[in-house]
């Protein structure tokens, strides 16, 4: 059995013990890792490598399971440095992938032009004849994503007209209604 020593290294009583003054006490936490902790640098590669699952990543991460989920919302929300991290790692990986917004774009585009093709081949007798369907919907998804990222549709109602409501007339506050309603579907 090991006897227990105090902070000058004599042995001594377990139950008599004093801890070392806070001067000579060995640090811990933070190490030169973006000033994360082991537990926590070791959370991130979890939650990185598990499609951004906190509890998963927590409980991997030595976090109780009865917790994990608290401490994986926690460090994905709350605790700045764990977020930096992960916002660091996630602009690593896009760049490592070599995907760009011109890639999505293209590939959009493309995926667009593919679902709109009709195959025409000749028959036996000679004639045309349309072979293929036309994914309509994947062409519309396809363009949908595009206008979205060109901001062709707007999904924001504009309250920039300031009247005040008391003075009008009911009348006029039927129109302001039925017009600022008619572009919402």
Not at 121 to 134: H, L, P, R
Request: a positive charge; charged letters at 30%; glycine letters at 6%.
């Amino acid at each position: 059995m090991k006897v227990p020593k105090d902070y000058t290294g004599k042995k001594v009583n377990p139950k008599h013990a004093k801890k070392a003054p806070l001067g000579k006490r060995r640090k811990r936490g933070p190490n030169k890792n973006h000033g994360l902790t082991p537990m926590q640098r070791n959370f991130i590669l979890n939650y990185m490598a598990n499609g951004h699952n906190a509890t998963r990543a927590a409980i991997a991460a030595g976090y109780s399971p009865n917790g994990a989920d608290v401490a994986g919302w926690i460090l994905v929300h709350k605790t700045a440095n764990v977020k930096e991290e992960i916002d660091r790692m996630k602009v690593l990986a896009i760049k490592k992938s070599e995907i760009t917004a011109e890639y999505i774009l293209r590939s959009l585009k493309d995926v667009a032009d593919a679902c709109k093709v009709r195959k025409v081949e000749k028959n036996a007798e000679g004639n045309d004849v349309e072979k293929g369907v036309v994914d309509s919907a994947g062409a519309n998804r396809a363009l949908e994503l595009l206008g979205k990222n060109m901001r062709l549709f707007v999904d924001t109602l504009d309250i920039t007209k300031r009247t005040e409501l008391a003075d009008l007339t009911d009348e006029d506050l039927l129109q302001v209604i039925k017009a600022s309603t008619k572009n919402i579907k």
